[in-house]
């Protein structure tokens, strides 16, 4: 599998961030701008691990989470939920949709890299 | 004392009343009536209840049967206590309906029946003429006493002389005072004012014989008690079954006496009056019945025997040498006899001229009256004629029966022949289902029984009834003697006689009644007196007919006289919204005018001449309906809770409403702080991150240092323009704007949001159209915010047109004095369902990337166009997306916080 990322993520800066903090720990980093086939692009590939973000242009970051934890070669993979939109509603949305941990923006560094380094499948 | 001196202190006292009655009348003429129509006026002028027999009669009664006399003041009391029962209501309606007699009520509520009118008219005159020669007889045998030319009870060609005159007079009084003229109301101030004052003086003069009595003849209160203990005689002894009877037929009597009525029925001006008199007038009664015992003991004791007892409050100072006393006694004797004639003969006169005199001239004048000729004049003779004829019968009474009875059984004979109207009466108020047939055989039968079983043997045997029908009955029949009507002999004639005739008045009533079948008329009257409470308007007797305006008043005029009519006319055509005297004959305007004519000649006179220039039976479609007014009350009561259910349902709407707004802006505010947390995060993260990297930028080569302090040098931005338009928003939104108005030339705004738009998006290239010749126009507004506009626009066609040859039509139109700048783009504009939203905050359609903004542009554009005194708007169904913005070419100057606001709220 490698030690592959998949960032789901429309802002360009903020994908632009976290590549590099990913890329210097040694993972590699994929970013994906939408949210129409950003399933798809999931399930093409599955990744160690998805960062997704929630408000996406085309469809909605939890709708996206449904659709990978319904689909068979999907359901294992960890999601990160990485969001803006931090109540409380939106963490139990995440938790009952099934994402595997749930982190609002803005995020420190360390944080995320410790995250993922916690989740991602390799 | 001379017998000069005697009638020259009469004429000086009736000059006196003349005077009194005269000086009121003038008054009521000029409008002056309000102190003459208080409560005292109307409670003493009740008294007219205590008539010569209460004055000398009462001690008689008294020195024969001991306290029974009292019965006849109890009766009242309890009528006038319980006043709220009976009187208010009978008071209520007669203003409702205008009646002129207790024969007038009656026939009223049955259908405005002539039959009845005529029947209880007969029976007034029937009971009250005794009653009247009764009157007449006392003052003949007061002034015969004071004379001193009177032994036992013979009288003389004198006193009969003296009783012609005084009938004579009080014809004359009656005559002047009591038709003056033909009132809408049948009120007479002047006669009831003299009546009051004559009711002042006839207590005063039995209070003063009283007190000579106890305080001077006796030793005082405990004397007197002591003496009447010893006076006592068996026959005093009080029989309980003939005190029931007597207070009944007493209270009866009150309300059932035709000048009772007058007086408190019909020349009633206030109803609030009545509940002053339901306690001053049982004080009357209970002061004038005060020393009628004292002053009986004392005279059994002081005068010699065989002395009539009628007369001990004028003979007991004459004894005893009082003569300045004395005389007082004679003129309060004078003054109850004289009141209760006068008020007696103008009730019974205005029944029998409006029950019988009027109603045979209309018959046998057949067709409509002409016009000619004033029936005012007509309608008074007849009175005055009646007044004479009633008075004449009463003096012939007098003269032929004179000193037969004692004074005391022809009131109480009386009394219950005015009683048989009280079934009939009772039904008008309580019972709608009583109709015109029972009512008349009721009163048939109890006026017969009346007549055979007390009053046609009162005159003796062998007057009108020969001694041997009297012991054995008709025809040998013992079951119908008068006095044991079926057998029953335990009763002494009086009650056995009013026990008789209100049973089968009243049995006959209520079958009639029941077997009958009331008229559409009955039944409307009769809804109108039983609920004479709930009432408001009147009565809807008359349907919509042909009859002419012109008609009714000529007809109203010979009744009311021209002045007044044609007022009454003027007054009901403005009403209608007509000029001129003759309004449209609405059955409401010939209901007016049926009232306003009852009120002079009757209610079943007024109808039959209505009925005359109608001309057809008036029952109609609308008579039946009218039948319903009960129903009718009922639904419009029913209609008015629907329309309050249904003012609480729009009520409750707007609440809702209301609430849904309220919830709608809670929810709303809570998605723009949500949006507002979300854009200002999303900048901040990339700001945080960023400088996370380049505080550990060990080995970092520079050129990706400076890329990543720009990427946060640029979100900085972002972020401050967020907040800006936060703020640029939230300022707009108040109406808290200074704007700073220049004037331009719309060409060259339009070159300038151009090309500040171009830096969006700056790959795709935009083909735009332009109207140069229409942009070349001045314009005077906030040109700096009208840019701001246009560059959102065109900004956002950059941003979201889908077009793969993105075209930007710009064109120009007036409308008036506002200028309207369309920007269409070729795009496929934008969906139907959200057209609504583009204009709200953070309504952003599609995606951030494209946008770039937070998705305030639209809203703030919104709000600066409203406080531009213009607007802007999606113009849908062109294809492509069309923003049309509108703004008055000149914007005026004024202060900042005025004219934008109004507008602004105007716009929402």
Redesign the interface.
């Known amino acids: 599998m490698g030690k592959r990322v998949l960032v789901i993520e429309?802002?360009?800066?903020?994908s632009?961030?976290?590549r590099?903090?990913l890329s210097r720990d040694g993972w590699e980093v994929e970013i994906h701008?939408d949210g129409t086939d950003a399933a798809s692009v999931v399930t093409a590939c599955p990744p160690s691990l998805v960062i997704l973000d929630v408000?996406?242009?085309?469809r909605s970051g939890f709708d996206i989470l449904r659709s990978l934890r319904e689909a068979e070669p999907t359901r294992a993979v960890p999601v990160l939920m990485l969001t803006?939109?931090?109540?409380a509603a939106d963490r139990e949305l995440a938790a009952r949709f099934g994402a595997t941990r749930f982190m609002?923006?803005?995020?420190?560094?360390?944080d995320l890299l410790a995250a993922v380094r916690d989740l991602a499948v390799t | 004392m001379s017998v000069n001196l005697l009638v020259i202190a009469c004429l000086a006292y009736v000059v006196f009343l003349f005077l009194v009655a005269f000086a009121v009348e003038r008054q009521a003429e000029r409008g002056r009536v309000r102190w003459l129509r208080s409560s005292l006026i109307y409670t003493l002028s009740l008294s007219v209840y205590c008539t010569a027999w209460t004055f000398y009669g009462a001690v008689g009664y008294a020195a024969r049967s001991g306290l029974e006399f009292v019965t006849i003041y109890l009766g009242p009391t309890l009528v006038f206590v319980g006043w709220w029962l009976m009187l208010r209501k009978l008071v209520r309606i007669g203003k409702q309906q205008r009646v002129t007699s207790i024969a007038d009520m009656i026939s009223a509520r049955y259908g405005k029946s002539n039959l009845i009118g005529v029947l209880v008219t007969l029976l007034c005159i029937v009971a009250a003429t005794p009653y009247i020669a009764l009157q007449l007889q006392s003052i003949a045998l007061s002034f015969a006493a004071f004379t001193s030319e009177l032994n036992g009870d013979g009288l003389s060609d004198r006193q009969d002389f003296f009783a012609l005159w005084v009938a004579a007079g009080l014809a004359l009084f009656t005559i002047l005072f009591g038709t003056r003229n033909l009132d809408a109301n049948e009120q007479h101030p002047g006669v009831v004012t003299a009546i009051a004052v004559e009711a002042v003086v006839k207590l005063l003069a039995l209070i003063a014989v009283g007190v000579f009595v106890v305080w001077v003849v006796a030793d005082g209160p405990g004397d007197i008690l002591t003496r009447i203990d010893a006076a006592a005689r068996p026959e005093w002894a009080i029989q309980p079954g003939r005190w029931i009877g007597l207070v009944f037929l007493a209270g009866v009597a009150i309300i059932c006496l035709p000048r009772m009525f007058q007086v408190t029925v019909v020349e009633n001006a206030d109803e609030r009056h009545l509940a002053t008199a339901s306690w001053a007038f049982p004080l009357y009664l209970f002061a004038i019945s005060l020393f009628v015992l004292p002053i009986a003991v004392v005279g059994l004791e002081l005068m010699p025997s065989g002395s009539n007892p009628d007369l001990f409050v004028l003979t007991l100072p004459l004894t005893l040498g009082q003569d300045g006393l004395a005389m007082l006694a004679f003129l309060g004797g004078f003054s109850a006899a004289t009141s209760m004639v006068i008020v007696a003969t103008i009730a019974l006169a205005t029944m029998v001229s409006n029950h019988l005199m009027v109603p045979l001239w209309l018959h046998f004048k057949k067709g409509p009256a002409g016009r000619r000729g004033d029936m005012r004049g007509l309608v008074l003779n007849s009175r005055r004629l009646a007044i004479c004829l009633l008075l004449g019968l009463g003096y012939v009474y007098y003269a032929v029966t004179g000193g037969s009875a004692a004074l005391a059984a022809i009131g109480l004979i009386a009394f219950v022949g005015v009683a048989q109207m009280l079934p009939a009466l009772v039904g008008a108020l309580f019972w709608r289902g009583a109709n015109r047939i029972g009512a008349a055989i009721g009163l048939g039968a109890g006026f017969l029984i009346w007549l055979y079983a007390l009053f046609l043997p009162s005159f003796g045997p062998g007057v009108f009834l020969s001694a041997q029908v009297m012991a054995e009955g008709p025809f040998g029949i013992g079951w119908l003697r008068p006095y044991a009507l079926f057998g029953v002999t335990t009763l002494d004639p009086l009650l056995h006689a009013l026990f008789w005739s209100l049973t089968l008045n009243t049995v006959a009533f209520v079958t009639g009644s029941l077997l009958g079948f009331p008229t559409p008329i009955e039944r409307v009257q009769g809804a109108q007196f039983v609920n004479a409470f709930d009432i408001q308007a009147g009565a809807r007797g008359w349907s919509q007919s042909a009859a002419e305006a012109e008609d009714l008043l000529a007809m109203a005029q010979r009744i009311l006289g021209t002045a007044e009519t044609q007022r009454f006319f003027q007054a009901h055509a403005a009403a209608q919204g007509k000029a001129g005297f003759l309004p449209d004959t609405t059955p409401q305007f010939l209901d007016a005018v049926e009232r306003k004519l009852a009120g002079s000649v009757g209610a079943a006179t007024a109808h039959a001449m209505i009925e005359q220039i109608v001309g057809r039976a008036i029952v109609s479609v609308e008579d039946l309906m009218a039948v319903a007014s009960e129903t009718a009350q009922i639904m419009e009561y029913s209609n008015q809770l629907e329309g309050k259910s249904a003012e609480l349902e729009r009520t409750a709407r707007q609440l809702r409403e209301a609430n849904d707004m309220l919830t709608k802006l809670s929810v709303q505010k809570d998605a723009f702080l949500?949006q507002i947390?979300?854009e200002l995060?999303?900048p901040?993260?990339?700001?945080?991150?960023?400088s996370?990297?380049l505080m550990d930028a060990e080995g970092m080569p520079p050129e990706d240092q400076v890329k990543?302090a720009r990427?946060i040098h640029?979100?900085t931005i972002r972020l401050t323009r967020l907040l800006d338009d936060l703020l640029d928003l939230s300022v707009l939104e108040n109406g808290q704007v200074n704007l700073d108005i220049q004037e331009a030339r719309l060409s060259d705004l339009i070159d300038r949001a151009i090309l500040a738009s171009n830096s969006v998006q700056p790959q795709r290239k935009f083909r735009i159209q332009r109207d140069s010749a229409a942009e070349q126009v001045k314009v005077e507004t906030d040109t700096g915010r009208l840019s701001q506009v246009f560059i959102n626009v065109l900004s956002n066609a950059r941003k979201y047109c889908d077009a793969d040859a993105p075209v930007m039509e710009i064109s120009v139109a007036r409308n008036e004095d506002m200028i309207e700048v369309d920007f269409a783009d070729n795009g496929s504009g934008i969906p139907f369902e959200k057209q609504a939203l583009i204009f709200e905050k953070f309504a952003r359609l599609?995606?951030?990337?494209?946008a770039g903004g937070a998705g305030l542009g639209l809203a703030i554009c919104r709000e600066i166009m409203i406080n531009l005194g213009g607007s802007i708007a999606y113009v849908p169904g062109q294809g492509g997306a069309v923003f049309r913005v509108s703004f008055p070419q000149v914007l005026a100057r004024t202060e900042p916080d005025q004219g934008p606001v109004s507008e602004r709220s105007a716009a929402e």
């Open positions: 429309d802002e360009a800066n903020i632009e961030a976290i590099f903090i701008p408000m996406l242009p085309g803006a939109k931090g109540q609002t923006k803005p995020f420190a560094n360390a | 949500s947390s979300h995060r999303t901040m993260t990339s700001i945080r991150a960023f996370e990297i990543y990427i640029d979100e599609t995606d951030q990337m494209q």
